[in-house]
């Protein structure tokens, strides 16, 4: 019989990259996708006929609970959330309902149909906001936005459910990971994508918030295995997840503009709109716990991953250079 996992937010980055990591191995993939008026599944067309998609939404407990019955999941990989920083102090409550309650939800739903499912939590090293780097897991959060206010619950409740009811309930503490397939608002695929459209002669500028935060950023392939390898453990543990190598936002912009042959400052301005309320300054992951007990390690360092994403965006605009425009005002 193959093992069979559910997936919530397939249809994002990490989802699709896991999708495949399963299917890789042998799972039957369900994943559940909230109804929307046009396909959102863009990340998934490759592999859209060995999955099994399944209507739902992290703000209805029905939902999730009839997911889990249609799918009968060994493992549950919570990664649906509302995932972008800024957003989170526009729309604090509506994060907190998706990104915090939605963890609780899900759980609930697991005790509901079958407590032997397996559990995973993404959470994120958001949690560790103002915290001296290096971060690992002993070290206290301190979130910085509503967003990670709302990803420290969710961890704790995790951890809760795991104390309270015996759940095979774990959390992934990953630090920033990034690809072809990162959002357009996140700022190494902003990066990257301005980059290959001002080559192509298709954008003039860019404009940018605080370029001297620090993070430690991986790629998204690489942290999908350390997923799949903390759910595999005799006993459920929370772990960090990051390469241990932290870069600022000045020195990805001149990776991936002199990847072009282009000197990021003859195009790059601050927009102090763009600035954020409250910044994490600086970022970087200790996962020597991770390597001790699974084994895991990053393939990708950060120049290769710019590398590759400029590549692949360079080769989408040339493609269809109206289909991946930058939305202005994040
Ligand atoms: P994305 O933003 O790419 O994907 C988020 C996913 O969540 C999408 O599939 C989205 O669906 C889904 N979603 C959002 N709200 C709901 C809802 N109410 N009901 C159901 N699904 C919903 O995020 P990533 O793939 O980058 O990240 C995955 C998870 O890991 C997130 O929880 C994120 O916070 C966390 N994380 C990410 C890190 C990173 O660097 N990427 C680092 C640490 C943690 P739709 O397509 O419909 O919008
Ligand atoms: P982050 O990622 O907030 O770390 O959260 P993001 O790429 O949005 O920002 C990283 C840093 O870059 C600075 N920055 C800008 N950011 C964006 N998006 N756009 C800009 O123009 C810009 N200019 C400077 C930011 O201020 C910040 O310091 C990501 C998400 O994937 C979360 O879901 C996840 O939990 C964490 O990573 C780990």
Redesign the pocket.
């Known amino acids: 019989m193959p093992r069979k996992a559910l997936i919530s937010g397939i249809t994002g980055q990490d989802g699709s990259y896991l999708a495949e990591l399963l299917l890789d191995k042998g799972y039957q993939v369900s994943g559940i996708t909230r109804r929307s008026s046009s396909p959102n599944i863009e990340r998934l067309t490759h592999i859209i006929d060995r999955i099994q998609l399944i209507s739902g939404d992290l703000l209805d407990q029905n939902s999730l609970v009839a997911a889990i019955q249609q799918s009968e999941p060994d493992e549950v990989y919570n990664l649906a959330?509302q995932?972008?920083?800024?957003t989170s102090w526009r729309q604090a409550e509506l994060t907190g309902q998706f990104t915090a309650l939605g963890v609780t939800r899900m759980l609930d739903a697991i005790r509901a149909v079958n407590p032997k499912i397996r559990f995973y939590q993404a959470s994120?090293?958001?949690m560790f906001g103002a915290a001296t780097p290096p971060q690992n897991e002993s070290t206290p959060f301190h979130p910085r936005s509503p967003?990670a206010v709302a990803?420290v619950f969710g961890h704790f409740i995790t951890q809760n459910y795991r104390e309270s009811f015996g759940l095979y309930a774990c959390s992934g503490i990953?630090?920033?990971h990034e690809s072809p397939r990162r959002g357009l608002?996140?700022?190494?695929r902003?990066v990257t994508n301005a980059a290959a459209r001002i080559q192509l002669g298709l954008q003039k500028d860019l404009?940018?918030?605080?370029?001297s935060?620090k993070?430690d950023w991986g790629f998204a392939g690489d942290y999908v295995e350390a997923i799949w390898m903390m759910l595999q453990a005799d006993t459920p543990k929370d772990f960090v997840v990051a390469t241990g190598v932290s870069h600022s936002?000045e020195y990805l912009l001149e990776v991936a503009f002199s990847h072009l042959n282009l000197d990021y400052r003859d195009f790059v301005r601050v927009d102090p709109s763009?600035?954020?309320p409250a910044?994490?300054d600086y970022?970087c992951g200790d996962s020597s716990e991770a390597q001790r007990a699974f084994g895991w390690k990053p393939r990708t360092n950060f120049e290769q991953l710019i590398a590759m994403m400029v590549e692949a965006d360079l080769e989408r605009n040339r493609r269809n250079p109206a289909a991946v425009h930058f939305v202005s005002g994040?």
């Open positions: 959330a995932s972008f920083v800024a994120s090293s958001e967003y990803k990953l630090f920033n608002e996140f700022v190494t902003k404009a940018m918030g605080n370029l935060a993070r936002v763009l600035i954020r910044e994490v970022l994040v």
